[in-house]
Each structure stands twice: as C-alpha cells, then as structure tokens.
C-alpha cells in the first residue's frame, strides 16, 4: 500500500519561505510523475508543482504561472522524498498542501483525477 506523508507546513509571514516534503513508501509500479497540490478553503484543489520522471535521476519540473520563479520543485530519488521549496511566500498561497503519485502515462501534471494516491496533507498559512 503506497504511503505518502508531507511534512514541513507551518505559519509564516509573508516574503518569507517554508520547504515542504513528502516522503512516499510502499510503491507498487511505476511512478511516472508527482505532484504538489493545493486546496484553499471553498477552492477546488489545483496543481502548484509536477515532476515528470525520467530515468536515473532525472526528472522534468513543471509549475502553475502563480508559483513560478518563487517555488521550486525537487525530488530526491534514493529517499523516495519530493520536496518544494517555497520562497517569497504571499497570503494567497495559503491552503492545505497535498503531494500525489500518479503512475499513468499522458494528461496533464496538473490534472488531479491522474494521480493514484495522496498524502493527508500538510498546511500552509501566510499572514501579511
């Protein structure tokens, strides 16, 4: 039974930075991409970050237009560990963190209904 668990979320002003991770075990398949989600109160969940796995080490990061050039997606391989990294953090980017696992080929990364299994969820919360 895949496990994804996410850590790192916390309460931080604005401008400033939280990195958060999600350390997954158990994997059956293969996992072809991951993901960094968010859910805001009332908002329907959305893609922050997604990583495109290629072979050895590498993988190809992809981000929605709110978060690019201030979060940054990584994934350590030997850990089974994907991290983001957020800097220069704003109000807006409050809400509950999830990273998700998808093992099918095409679509989108930002497309929720890919992904096979979530974490529960780590909060973010950024005051001005």
């Known amino acids: 039974q895949v496990q994804l668990v996410e850590s790192g979320g916390g309460s931080v002003q604005a401008g400033g930075s939280l990195r958060l991770s999600c350390a997954g075990s158990?994997?059956?398949?293969?996992?072809?991409?991951m993901g960094w989600f968010r859910q805001a109160p009332g908002k329907e969940r959305e893609g922050v970050a997604g990583?495109?796995?290629?072979?050895?080490?590498?993988?190809?990061?992809e981000y929605a237009d709110s978060v690019k050039g201030r979060f940054t997606i990584s994934l350590e391989k030997a850990k089974n560990t994907l991290y983001l990294q957020m800097n220069s953090l704003k109000p807006e980017d409050t809400a509950m963190y999830y990273c998700g696992a998808s093992k099918q080929r095409g679509g989108y990364w930002w497309e929720s209904n890919l992904y096979d299994d979530w974490g529960q969820g780590t909060q973010v919360t950024v005051s001005s």
């Open positions: 158990g994997y059956t398949g293969t996992v072809r991409r």
């Open positions: 990583a495109s796995i290629g072979g050895g080490n590498t993988y190809y990061a």
